[in-house]
């Protein structure tokens, strides 16, 4: 059978209400005596006040022993912490940066499958004004009785560019752009993105995500220094001068102290 450890706040309940019986105690003595109760012993007093000094140090210890099981309980619930914190150390970032190359991928091939379209249907309207085909008016089909049911389409609606009719159908020239921009747009309205102008592709996109799987490097610094007002850590290979420590608001402090920050 096994039995439940206390909690912190239980043993210092318990404690209290020991010290609070053993104090009213004293202080019901100690009254009798006062309305000249010649029964209640000079033994009994000392005792209940021996008894309150007793409690009272139990009360301490209870108290360190609940600051001790609370500093248990904390520590274990950083060690689960760092355990899942561990879990999402490695492969994210590879992931991620998969991912996201599928992602401009895609949207590689949608641009290069736009152009190849648009390529073939400028041809198609350049043969059209060759043949001296003229624009469709009307909404109605190409007749194909002088032009072979092709018409040259005008126009063209948001993203699209005019190209020939034939039929009932429009051939237009799309703009990838616009909708690249559409879907981009879609996600800022699901607020699955953030258009930020400011930032570029950089030198290494893919690889600048996966390195978030990295560890920091191995640091060969020597000296360790504080900032006093914001408690910011400098690691440096070469000491600052006693200028830079000045005017920096540093104190110098050990590695250990620096690695216990």
């Known amino acids: 059978m096994t039995t439940t450890e206390p909690s912190p706040r239980a043993i210092i309940a318990e404690a209290e209400q020991e010290e609070r019986e053993a104090a009213a105690l004293v202080a019901t003595l100690e009254e009798k005596v006062r309305d000249g109760d010649e029964a209640v012993t000079f033994e009994e007093v000392e005792k209940a006040r021996g008894l309150l000094s007793f409690v009272r140090l139990r009360q301490e210890a209870a108290r360190r022993k609940a600051a001790k099981a609370q500093e248990a309980a904390r520590l274990a619930a950083c060690e689960a912490l760092y355990e899942d914190v561990s879990a999402h150390v490695k492969g994210d970032g590879q992931r991620f940066s998969e991912q996201l190359r599928t992602a401009v991928e895609a949207l590689r091939a949608f641009h290069n499958a736009v152009e190849e379209r648009n390529e073939k249907i400028r041809g198609y309207r350049q043969r059209a004004e060759a043949l001296g085909i003229p624009v469709h008016k009307h909404t109605g089909p190409a007749s194909t009785a002088a032009h072979g049911g092709v018409r040259l389409a005008t126009g063209g609606g948001p993203g699209l560019a005019g190209g020939v009719v034939v039929g009932r159908s429009r051939v237009d020239m799309v703009d990838a752009d616009t909708f690249a921009n559409r879907a981009l747009d879609l996600l800022v309205r699901e607020g699955k993105l953030k258009l930020l102008s400011f930032v570029d592709a ?60």
Not at 211 to 231: L, Q, V, W
């Open 202 to 261: 950089g030198a290494d996109l893919f690889g600048d995500l996966a390195a978030i799987d990295a560890e920091a490097p191995e640091s060969s610094a020597k000296y360790f220094y504080r900032n006093r007002e914001t408690g910011g850590i400098f690691r440096k290979d070469e000491p600052f001068t006693d200028e830079q420590i000045k005017s920096g608001n540093l104190t110098a402090i050990t590695k250990a102290e620096a690695d216990a920050e």
